[in-house]
């Protein structure tokens, strides 16, 4: 392969794990396209990137979501995720404390209900796109819960966070496009000011209004990082956990007696859960930038360069993951990286966790079959998030009375 992969063309889309193998087979450091990034495709190199945020900064990430022609400030190119040490943990710490188990045990216990009339509704049904149905509605609930957003705007959110992830630092080629992402920030900004000020006069509670008493040594934050933070939960909240839950359904549609074997034994399901995430990674990759010139795994990489470090790769590494294109539900190895590593893990990974096993328990529970209903699936266009757009399904019911298959029992 001599010329250079374009990570945001259809080809790739629509089987990247062949693509990355190739490109592993180059080597740990290659340079693809858009823009000549540099892709890091190992796992020990992955891992030593996302660590030194002195020498990758998360700046790199920052240009997909600001980048100089898009004429406009975007809140969310200004919370915690695009930020470096030291400013970066201050903000973090603000919203740990909505992440702990306790906290989560409470949502788990309401989410339940929520997640069974899911169940139930694309029972009735039995042909839905199941990201519509399922897949979507269930992290966009919790997200709604914890902003205290109104779940009736659950399409809206979607919506507005897809237009996000597909920004990827490349400038649309017509008007329309640029146009469609300056009226999606119009529209989230002017819904997050309702919010803002409805919990100004009468707060709740919810984290939009444990943000507005936070105070920064003794100085409450301004309305700029309030907003940068709710972009932020929003955006990485909900599209992340929406690609999750869709994949898992995918492997259904490839290992059906998967399905049988979670009903029989469901304390596999958090096993079944982290195998989907490194088969097929919600976040696809991140992106950092050279800070100085350095040299990563023998390739000189000049101050300034974009690396792309392919978390989708490193989770196929042969050294670690042998026979990684295969589903294996027992598989060990070493931490997974799907939640990120280092200063920026992932804030939400024990939430989108709970989700998925609570989704999972009920959906397991209720249903025999999942069958995917079209030959060809739509990917999201983005470098850094990847799931599929609809996902048409059938769904069958057991029979009732029906015994398990001889192999399970
Ligand atoms: C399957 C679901 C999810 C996946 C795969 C995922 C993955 C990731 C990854 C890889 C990062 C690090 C990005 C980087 O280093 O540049 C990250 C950061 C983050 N995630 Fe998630 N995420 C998921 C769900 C969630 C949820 C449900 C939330 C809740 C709001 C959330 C909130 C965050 C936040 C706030 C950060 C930024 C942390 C920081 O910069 O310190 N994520 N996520």
């Not at 009920?362 to 799931?387: C, F, M």
Request: some cysteine.
């Amino acid at each position: 392969m001599d010329t250079r992969l374009d990570l945001l063309s259809r080809e790739y889309l629509e089987s990247p794990h062949a693509h990355l193998a190739e490109l592993r087979r180059r080597g740990p450091v290659v340079q693809v396209d858009p823009g000549g990034m540099w892709l890091v495709t190992r796992y020990d190199e992955a891992q030593q990137v996302l660590k030194s945020a002195s020498l990758f900064s998360s700046q790199g990430l920052r240009l997909t979501a600001q980048p100089p022609w898009l004429q406009r400030v975007n809140p969310f190119a200004d919370s915690l995720l695009f930020l470096d040490p030291p400013q970066h943990g201050r903000l973090r710490a603000l919203i740990s404390r909505a992440f702990t188990p306790a906290a989560l045990a409470q949502l788990e216990a309401r989410l339940r209900g929520v997640v069974r009339r899911h169940v139930a509704d694309m029972m009735d049904k039995k042909h839905v796109d199941f990201v519509d149905a399922f897949a979507m509605p269930i992290p966009a609930t919790v997200m709604g819960w914890l902003l205290g957003l109104d779940a009736s705007l659950q399409q809206h959110f979607m919506r507005w966070t897809h237009v996000l992830v597909t920004m990827n630092g490349v400038q649309p080629e017509g008007a329309v496009e640029m146009e469609r992402q300056h009226r999606t920030l119009d529209e989230m900004e002017r819904y997050f000011q309702g919010v803002l000020d409805e919990r100004r006069s009468a707060p709740r509670d919810d984290m939009v209004s444990d943000l507005l008493r936070a105070r920064m040594d003794g100085v409450a934050l301004t309305h700029h990082e309030l907003m940068s933070f709710l972009f932020l939960l929003l955006v990485a909240g909900l599209e992340t956990t929406v690609n999750l839950l869709s994949q898992c359904a995918r492997v259904f549609f490839q290992h059906p007696e998967l399905l049988l074997r979670l009903r029989k034994d469901p304390t596999l399901i958090p096993r079944f859960v982290e195998e989907t995430l490194r088969y097929e990674p919600s976040v696809m990759s991140t992106l950092r930038l050279c800070t100085q010139d350095v040299t990563l795994a023998g390739v000189e990489l000049p101050q300034g360069a974009l690396v792309l470090v392919s978390l989708a790769s490193a989770a196929r590494d042969e050294k670690y993951f042998p026979d990684g294109d295969r589903f294996i539900l027992e598989r060990e190895g070493p931490p997974r990286l799907s939640f990120g590593h280092g200063a920026h893990y992932c804030l939400g990974a024990m939430l989108s966790r709970m989700e998925a096993r609570v989704a999972l328990e009920e959906l397991v529970s209720r249903v025999e079959r999942l069958e995917l209903r079209t030959e060809h699936i739509d990917w999201t266009t983005s470098l850094i998030v990847r799931g599929p757009v609809t996902l048409p399904v059938e769904v069958f019911a057991p029979a009732t009375g029906q015994p398990l298959p001889a192999r399970l029992a």
